[in-house]
């Protein structure tokens, strides 16, 4: 199973604040998903990555796929209070089909 | 369209009594995911399912833990006998069985052994 790398693990920041997500692996994924996932509840798709070095945005989140498909960064600009959760990425595996491998998480905090 | 759907939302019980997940995925999706999330492991695969079909059971704990996918509209987890170490969100999953498709989550089931 392949694995992938989370950083930070924590982050608390204030509003208006930017700040960026890692997510690294020394495998390499046919793509890559980020998902948030709020209290009492499962995560939700955020954004699916599938080429090496593909940027895709929503809203005030950029999402960028590594050119080697190894790694992936969110960046979120100008963070809101309404932006807290854990953000969770995600990893397809070349050859198993529909199975995702997880990273540990992000949990934000956006303080007002 | 309804999501996932999981039963119990709650489920508190003592150690040593069985414990059973239900989970209704979204219809026409093929894969089915059973995961376990908790502070110190994060989120973690259980087992899944390929059309009815457990696939990868390598993530189930041990032999307390049991699995079934009767039919294309129903999965179980079990858990006999159940132990505190068992506590725990538990998520059940769905999607297409195509590869990059997203998975769709119900809400979980949190469990406490107490």
């Known amino acids: 199973t392949q694995l992938l790398e989370q950083s930070p693990q924590f982050l608390s920041i204030q509003e208006g604040e930017n700040l960026t997500v890692y997510c690294n692996s020394s495998?390499?994924?046919?793509?890559l998903q980020w998902y948030r996932q709020e209290p009492g509840e499962g995560p939700v798709l955020l954004v699916t990555?599938?080429?090496?070095?593909e940027v895709k945005k929503l809203k005030r989140l950029t999402f960028q796929f590594g050119d080697a498909r190894k790694d992936s960064s969110l960046h979120i600009t100008a963070a809101q209070p309404g932006d807290t959760g854990l953000y969770l990425c995600a990893g397809a595996e070349e050859t198993s089909g529909s199975r995702l491998t997880f990273g540990e998480g992000t949990q934000l905090t956006v303080n007002p | 369209d309804a999501g996932v759907i999981q039963s119990p939302r709650h489920e508190v019980t003592e150690m040593g009594q069985e414990v059973t997940l239900r989970c209704k995925p979204i219809?026409?999706?093929?894969?089915l995911f059973w995961y376990r999330q908790t502070m110190m492991r994060g989120l973690e695969l259980l087992i899944y399912?390929?059309?009815?079909?457990?696939?990868?059971d390598s993530g189930m704990p041990e032999d307390r833990f049991s699995a079934k996918m009767p039919n294309a509209s129903f999965s179980t987890l079990k858990i006999q006998p159940s132990e505190p170490r068992d506590s725990a969100v538990y998520f059940c999953?769905?999607?297409?069985?195509?590869?990059?498709?997203?998975?769709?989550f119900g809400d979980g089931t949190r469990l406490s052994i107490l």
């Open positions: 495998s390499v994924f046919s793509s």
């Open positions: 219809s026409g999706h093929n894969s």
């Open positions: 999953a769905s999607s297409s069985h195509l590869r990059n498709q997203p998975q769709h």
């Open positions: 399912f390929n059309n009815n079909v457990p696939i990868d």
């Open positions: 990555v599938v080429t090496g070095g």
